[in-house]
């Protein structure tokens, strides 16, 4: 007997029919000796129709009641998971999340979980009852409904597997594992049985939209092993540990499976692109102590993350030209910010671009093996790619290309490092 917490997105609870499959799934999990809790987002497209409401009752919404009204797309399909399985003959109850308590800080829209009460979940669980928790949702320091943010239900469900010592989290998508890269390009791609949590963590943060990177980076610290399936499956489908999904487990636990099935581990994992990037440069920036810092301050003060970083070397006039990305959604307040402290960072032109991707290539092979750098960038010049940034990690090489050419430098690098392979 194990016990399994499982989570469901919005996709796999949108409409009574779906939900009604999503119960025969869970059913099955308990049928089978487990203990079980499920932890639901709101039905596809609910929390954007919440958020249009909230903005249109008050442009400038307090964020504490925002929350309130944004909590409620989960507690709606809690309550309606629970009616289902009760109608299948389960013991089953919904646990909102000021009951369990999930309690998190008071960062209202955007909270983090801090700790969660688990004690009567266990004891539910125990006497053999279905538990249904709505994620994305908790409980401030003040007493008030808070919600962790765009994709927090991932992170709900792995907070809860944590909370009560879960055997795994299985995560159910409308994809049925993680692959070398997306399908839908590369025709090729191949579905992974193991990624480890570094791995997922990378391919989270670089473009890879299976799992939120909140949500993997507390499995990694708490040490959740966190299985990704799809819930889009036939009635009498088995039951999920014998699904072909992915594991996502510890370095020292995909070392012991490739032992035992003596195998090597592959070099590289999988290819990851994202187009959600913009790239601006400022020319002639003054190469002295504190000019960097002035260009990046105001950025950080207002929260607009900043990835690819390159610094030209210095010209004959002690200038500099300073080229950086940030999500194609700050590009405007990034503009508007730069010019606004013009004089203080003290640079002749700012020029941007939008029309960029983002193209990395992830494996924990690659600190056990040199020429994976080499590689990439001679498969994209043999094919007359340009680069036009380059960003690196112990597990990830990344560049920075024109947008038209990401399907084309996606499909040249899953070949160049063998993915392709049966």
Known sequence: MARIVMKFGGTSMAGSER????????????????????VVSAMAGETDRLVGFCRE???????????????????????LLALTLQSMG????????????????????????????????????????????PGFQGLSPEGRVTTLGRGGSDTSAVAVAAA?????????????GVYTTDPRIVAK?????????????????????????????????????????????????????????????????LAR??????????????????????????????????????????????????????????????????????PKADLL??????????DAIGYYRLISDDKVAKISVVGVGMRSHAGVAATMFKALADRGINIQAISTSEIKVSVLIDQDETELAVRVLHTAYALDAE
């Open 90 to 133: 389960c013991k089953a109850r919904s646990w909102l999340g000021w009951q369990l308590p999930v309690k998190t800080d008071d960062a209202y829209a955007k909270a983090r979980i801090e700790d969660i009460q688990s004690g009567a979940l266990l004891a539910s669980m125990a006497a053999g009852e279905i538990a249904v928790i």
């Open 333 to 342: 307040r990034t503009q508007a910010l730069l010019e606004e402290h013009k």
């Open 57 to 79: 009752a008050n442009a400038l919404y307090d964020p504490a009641e925002y929350d309130v009204v944004g909590a409620a797309g989960e507690q709606i399909t809690a309550g």
């Open 257 to 326: 499976i490739q032992e035992d099935m003596e195998m090597e581990r592959q070099l590289i994992t999988g290819i990851a692109a994202d187009k959600n990037e913009a790239k601006i440069t400022l020319t002639r920036v003054a190469d002295r102590p504190g000019a960097v810092a002035a260009v990046f301050s105001p950025l950080a003060a207002a929260s607009i993350n900043v990835d690819m970083i390159i610094q030209n070397i210095a010209k004959d006039k002690g200038e500099t030209d300073v080229t950086f990305t940030v």
């Open 19 to 38: 939900i009604r499959r999503v119960a025969s799934i869970v059913r099955r999990q308990q049928e089978a000796g487990h203990e079980v809790a499920v």
């Open 164 to 176: 009560v010592k879960a055997d795994r989290c299985d995560i159910y998508t409308d994809v049925d």
């Open 189 to 253: 791609a191949r579905k992974l049985k193991n990624v480890t949590y570094e791995e997922m963590l990378e391919l989270a943060s670089v473009g890879s939209k299976v799992l939120q990177t909140r949500s993997v980076s507390l499995a990694m610290k708490e040490k959740v092993r966190v299985q990704v399936l799809s819930s889009f499956i036939d009635d009498d489908a088995p039951a999920a540990d014998t699904l072909p999904g992915t594991m996502i487990v510890g370095d020292d636990e």
